[in-house]
């Protein structure tokens, strides 16, 4: 592994106490944008950390309908769910250009035992990850589309001239993360701009004013 490897597996948080031999067990690797890096169900032999890029964890069934589940970034890892060697249960796509560091389970389970401070950091942001999902899954299973649809405008809303704006998002990228089709949610979107609340152009979506609770 080349030093500027090394010195950025050395400057994600989690690997940071990891002397530079034990940074020499992980391998890294690239994934272009789009590459799906993980698919459910399927048994990996690899813990990867994320030095560079971000990835997107969803669901996708029969139909091919998705889910997307969280977004994780430089500092993020994922298979963890499978240290047990257990099938993942979610799919991941890069969404921009990748970079990894991989290390085999079976390298990673001693390691994690060395180093139990590596150990706690690793329980702890699988745990928030694990409330981050909780809290989505009771979003989908308690709210409608419209509460949905409301709270991805505003989650997703910068400042900009004094005025809530979006991202570019596009009716089935939103869809796709309240777990709704593309045509409930410009449904929604079409009553928000009729009553004043919101206004949409070039993919951006403008908040007039909060719209209520509830429609």
């Known amino acids: 592994m080349s030093t500027s490897s090394t010195d950025d597996l050395a400057a994600i948080p989690l690997l940071a106490s990891l002397a530079p031999e034990e940074l020499q067990l992980f391998a890294v690797r690239s994934y272009p944008k789009n590459a799906i890096v993980a698919t459910e169900g399927d048994r990996l032999d690899m813990f990867n950390v994320i030095l560079s890029g971000r990835i997107n964890f969803f669901w996708r069934d029969e139909a091919g309908h998705q889910l997307e589940l969280g977004i994780e970034g430089r500092g993020g890892h994922f298979v963890d769910a ?85 991202e570019r998002l596009t009716h089935a990228e939103i869809g796709r993360r309240i777990g709704a089709t593309r045509e409930m949610v410009g449904r929604v979107l079409r009553d928000l701009a009729r009553g004043g609340y919101v206004q949409a152009e070039s993919g951006r979506i403008t908040i007039l004013r909060k719209p209520p609770r509830r429609w």
Do not use: F, N, W
């Open 82 to 166: 499978t240290l047990g060697g257990e099938p993942t249960i979610m799919s991941v796509i890069a969404l921009e250009d990748l970079r990894v560091g991989s290390i085999p389970m079976t390298e990673l389970k001693p390691l994690l035992l060395r180093h139990p401070q590596v150990a706690v950091s690793l329980l702890m942001d699988v745990v928030a990850r694990h409330r981050r999902l909780l809290h989505a899954t009771r979003t989908l299973t308690m709210e409608d589309v419209y509460a949905r649809v409301v709270k991805q405008l505003l989650a997703h809303a910068a400042e900009i001239d004094g005025k809530l704006v979006t």
